[in-house]
């Protein structure tokens, strides 16, 4: 069976994966995480959804899997940092826990080369979820009812070879309200963290993932696995980079390309008999890239 590439990074940072509802996209998840390593996880809140779990008992077994593979990660070794969110609020009874590498908590200090970032989830700062838990979650159902549309009216843009659109975003972007709440949520989030003493800030929440400097803090959002399906990587230089489950997918398929096309020259060299010294080919890999075979540990190219 042939091996397949993994990208190594020093943090892995998710947010509102939504575990529990139709839109969660569990299988796009099992894949970013099989195909990628880290020392840190940090799952910054709205991993299991359980508003729509009290509406509806929706649980396939892809979201079985993405639970299982975060409790293997810890178990071999990865810290892996769970922030309470407003759609799993019945963890905040139990705030802080933890279990070996497995830790609960409400938020965290990260620290980095490029300094210490406040990651918290960010519905602290939202005022309806905050004072009106019964608007939220009506705004929760009409969300996903929006959601339903969209799938609906992707499939008649895809049988004319359309692009997926996001509905729920544009609406978004055309509302003045929608526009003005997340500014304040991002003026909220940057006193906080001077508050904390930090020079970044990183959350999720409103589902749009960013990477933008608010004054002098550097403010990063991780968006969601249900529409953006983006992350936030810390590499092993330190730097941090919002990247879309599509751009890892390319970027998965560009190395899997590049090492079947080193394979080929390697025994293309060794076939060659005319060079009294045969030339090498330089294989030197990225030190980001390891290689796995399914679900075994990730053992580094020679």
């Known amino acids: 069976m042939a091996k397949k590439p993994a990208i190594r990074y020093r943090t892995i940072i998710l947010s509102d994966l939504h575990l529990g509802t139709n839109d969660c996209k569990a ?3 099992n894949f970013f995480l099989k195909h990628s390593r880290c020392d840190k996880l ?7 959804d359980g508003w729509s779990l ?4 929706l649980w396939p077994k892809s979201h079985t899997k993405v639970v299982r593979r975060i409790l293997k990660l810890a178990q071999k070794g990865v810290d892996v940092f769970y922030l309470r969110g407003n759609h799993d609020d019945f963890l905040a009874h139990y705030l802080p826990l933890s279990f070996d590498r497995l830790h609960v908590v409400e938020e965290h200090i990260h620290h980095s080369e490029k300094g210490d ?3 918290v989830h960010g519905d602290c700062f939202d005022a309806v979820t905050t004072h009106s838990k019964f608007i939220a979650i009506a705004g929760d159902i009409g969300y996903q009812q929006l959601l339903r549309l969209n799938r609906i009216y992707n499939k008649w843009r895809s049988l004319w070879g359309k692009e997926y659109y996001s509905l729920s975003k544009a609406i978004k972007a055309r ?18 963290a001077a508050k904390r003493g930090c020079s970044g800030i990183i959350c999720g929440h ?5 990477d933008k400097m608010i004054g002098d803090v550097r ?9 953006s399906l983006s ?10 980079e919002v990247i879309t489950y599509k751009d890892f997918c390319a970027q998965i398929e560009k190395i899997s390309l590049e090492h079947a096309a080193g394979r080929a020259q390697i025994h293309a060299i060794e076939k060659e008999e005319d060079e009294p010294e045969p030339a090498t080919f330089n294989r030197k890999a990225q030190p980001r890239v390891l290689w796995v075979l399914d679900d075994e540990e990730a053992t580094a190219m020679a």
């Open 117 to 119: 970032y406040l990651v």
């Open 206 to 210: 409103i589902h749009t993932p960013e």
């Open 42 to 48: 940090i799952l910054n809140g709205d991993v299991i």
């Open 219 to 227: 403010y990063l959002n991780s968006g969601d696995w249900v529409e």
């Open 175 to 192: 509302v003045k309200t929608a526009v003005s709440h997340i500014s304040s949520f991002e003026d909220h989030l940057q006193a906080l």
């Open 54 to 57: 009290k509406r509806r008992n």
């Open 27 to 29: 299988e796009e998840i």
């Open 231 to 240: 992350a936030i990587v810390e590499h092993l230089d330190g730097t941090f």
